[in-house]
């Protein structure tokens, strides 16, 4: 047989094809190029006489292969050298699970909180799972530390290619980490020392692309002072739009302006003590120790543009800068929002996160779990927004809180009593509440869901695995 | 998925402590029809079990069916020993066509591999003899991570042009394909 290819892929597969189907059911068509070989062997059943070469050809004939291999990348060596334990094989198991188990629509967020539980506790994803994972939890810079970068950086995309693998990101290697990574840590750095924090960010901001120059100003929202207004106003000739709009954004919710102060003055406005509600009248008469909160939106936010209102003159406040301007604690300002209200909550939970705030965070997710019962709506996007928001399990009397609450009673009843495919389905509410969850009231959650089928309630489960196994310590390798 | 709608589940068994000239390898070959949904495999990837395996009638013996099966009390067992480097794997393939020209792939055994990088997209198995075998590209992402880890065991299917890794036994745990 020459050297050449004689049988093309096709014809082999052809000749296979009817040898395995049978010739009676296909008959074989000899190939052209072993027509003559078949003819001068015309004692032999030609069938043999293709079987055996297409055989010898298959056996003999290789595509050449490429030699050599190029040197081990840098980044594979940094994702084994993660210092970080690699999580229990228990808790890989559960997190397995939970990944194959949780609604698509849940997938990013869940695995989000899932990883940074297991970063919390000191561990590391296995890399071997990385391939799964990491698709879900690139986007969080809190997830991913060296082994996850490191993934990112062998597989991904030509920025995270050249980022800096280093374990710590510091004031002298920040930036040579990711845009997400940079801003998480400005964020931090401003939570510290505000001024120095800027300083680094003035050092490098000529040299930044626009839209990368943009999201790092945006980190500059917190620990926001009137330090920071000749940076920010120097930014107003800026070549890029969208830089100027974020400095004119942080310009305006700079504390101590004319303009923060007439926009915080006409916010704390909407908050008042009543002396006309039932609280107020028990206060008068000497039965209760305070007068009743209200809330009475100003005449500007009314109608179709009561949220949109509501949004600008709230931005960038906290519940307790408002309370401050009103007379009132943070809690009585909490306590006033209706219940119907997204724009204010939203407002006061965007600030508390920003400043790592988890008291205030705790309150108005309390609240907000509140008016989900109120409303008969469910819970899970409130807990979804707070486990994000949240950087560990929520506090005990938080979580006693949500156990009770009317919003889970209902949910587990409706769970119960459902008898289609799709009302058997977790609505978020199990699986968000055992995220955020602290450790010791998950085996009393797993009580509650236990008359629930396997079906409905097997990504709350898993959650619940993940987050026991990591606790155990015999299992820290 | 097959032309003929029916769905192929292959499962792979290595045998731990292979009897000299009995097969190390099983496949057990299960069909399901597409229609009707999802199928997957009845056993988990890594699965230990203890079973009594029957081949069907072969040259070259592979498809294998359960005959009986026992409870199996260790969760993992110790990873059989393998010939070091890729020449004595490659060999048993070249004896396996010899008896058996018109097999698809083969599955190898090998110990002291790495994965390596052939270029951005492929990668390979290669052993300190400086021989290397390139990998189903399918495989990339997943192989990925053991880029860089030390040597490995492997068992892998070799189909004289590229190799697809089914499990490999490493320093930090063992890797199988899903």
């Known amino acids: 047989m020459p050297s050449s290819q004689v049988l093309s892929a096709q014809d082999l597969g052809r000749v296979k094809q009817a040898m395995l189907l049978g010739l009676a059911r296909q008959p074989l068509v000899i190939p052209d190029p072993l027509q003559p070989l078949a003819t001068a062997a015309a004692e032999r059943d030609p069938a043999l006489t293709v079987l055996a070469l297409a055989g010898q050809q298959h056996r003999f004939q290789r595509p050449p292969q490429p030699a050599g291999v190029e040197q081990v990348p840098e980044a594979a060596r940094r994702l084994h050298q993660d210092p970080r334990p690699i999580l229990p094989e228990a808790a890989r198991r559960a997190l397995l699970r939970l990944a194959n188990g949780v609604e698509k629509v849940w997938a990013d967020a869940i695995l989000s909180v899932a990883a940074r539980r297991v970063a919390a506790r000191g561990f590391r994803l296995h890399p071997f799972d990385l391939p799964r994972l990491i698709a879900d939890i690139k986007a969080d810079a809190r997830c991913l530390g060296l082994a996850e970068r490191a993934y990112l950086a062998l597989t991904a995309s030509a920025e995270a290619a050249g980022t800096v693998l280093d374990n710590e990101i510091t004031r002298e290697n920040w930036m040579g980490f990711q845009k997400i990574h940079r801003i998480a840590f400005l964020r931090s750095e401003r939570r510290k020392h505000p001024a120095s924090a800027r300083a680094l960010l003035e050092d490098v901001f000529k040299s930044e692309p626009a839209n990368v120059r943009g999201d790092l100003l945006g980190a500059l929202d917190v620990g926001l002072g009137v330090d920071d207004l000749p940076f920010l106003e120097s930014l107003a000739s800026d070549r890029a739009d969208s830089v100027r709009t974020v400095a004119a954004r942080l310009v305006a919710a700079v504390p101590g302006t004319p303009a923060f102060a007439a926009r915080l003055s006409e916010a704390a406005r909407c908050f008042a003590r009543s002396n006309l509600s039932v609280g107020g009248i028990l206060n008068r008469i000497g039965l209760a120790d305070a007068a009743a909160v209200t809330f009475k939106p100003p005449a500007s936010a009314s109608g179709g543009e009561r949220h949109t209102s509501l949004a600008r003159l709230f931005e960038g406040f906290s519940a307790a800068e408002i309370g401050a301007a009103a007379g009132l604690t943070a809690s009585e300002v909490i306590a006033a929002i209706p219940c119907d209200d997204d724009a204010i909550h939203a407002a006061f939970s965007q600030r508390a996160a920003r400043d790592d705030d988890t008291a205030t965070l705790m309150q108005l997710a309390e609240a907000k779990l509140t008016a989900a019962g109120t409303n008969s709506r469910t819970a899970a996007p409130v807990l979804a927004w707070l486990a994000d928001a949240l950087s560990e399990p929520a506090s005990l009397g938080f979580g006693h809180c949500l156990l009770g609450s009317a919003a889970f009673q209902a949910a587990l009843q409706r769970l119960q009593e459902a008898e289609t495919p799709a009302a058997m389905k977790d609505d978020g509410t199990l699986i968000w509440t055992a995220a955020v969850l602290p450790t010791p009231l998950l085996p009393s959650f797993l009580a509650k869901i236990e008359p629930l089928l396997p079906a409905t309630s097997r990504a709350a489960r898993a959650f619940v695995d993940l987050a026991l196994a990591l606790e155990a310590p015999t299992q820290r390798r | ?178």
């Not at chain 2, 699965?47 to 409870?71: D, M, N, Q, W």
């Not at chain 2, 189909?159 to 890794?165: P, W």
Request: proline share 9%; glycine share 6%.
């Open chain 2, 1 to 178: 998925m097959q032309p003929d709608k029916l769905r192929r589940l292959e499962t792979w068994l290595l045998h731990a402590a292979p009897p000299k000239d009995a097969p190390a390898v099983a496949l057990l070959i299960d069909f399901v029809p597409v229609s009707g949904g999802a199928a997957s495999s009845p056993f988990f990837a890594g699965e230990t079990l203890s079973a009594e395996i029957v081949f069907y009638p072969s040259a070259t013996p592979l498809r294998g069916l359960i005959a009986t099966r026992t409870p199996s009390s260790a969760e993992t067992i110790k990873w059989p020993e393998f010939s070091a480097g890729l020449p004595a794997a490659l060999a048993d393939y070249e004896n396996t066509l010899a008896r058996q020209p018109w097999i698809d792939y083969w599955p190898l055994r090998a110990s002291a591999l790495t994965i390596e990088r052939q270029s951005a997209q492929q990668l390979a198995l290669a052993d300190a003899g400086g021989h290397s075998v390139p990998i189903e590209r399918s495989q990339t992402d997943a192989l990925t991570p053991l880029l860089g880890l030390g040597p490995i065991s492997a068992l892998f299917m070799w189909d004289g042009t590229s190799a697809t890794l089914l499990a490999a036994d490493t320093s930090i745990g063992r890797w199988h394909e899903t």
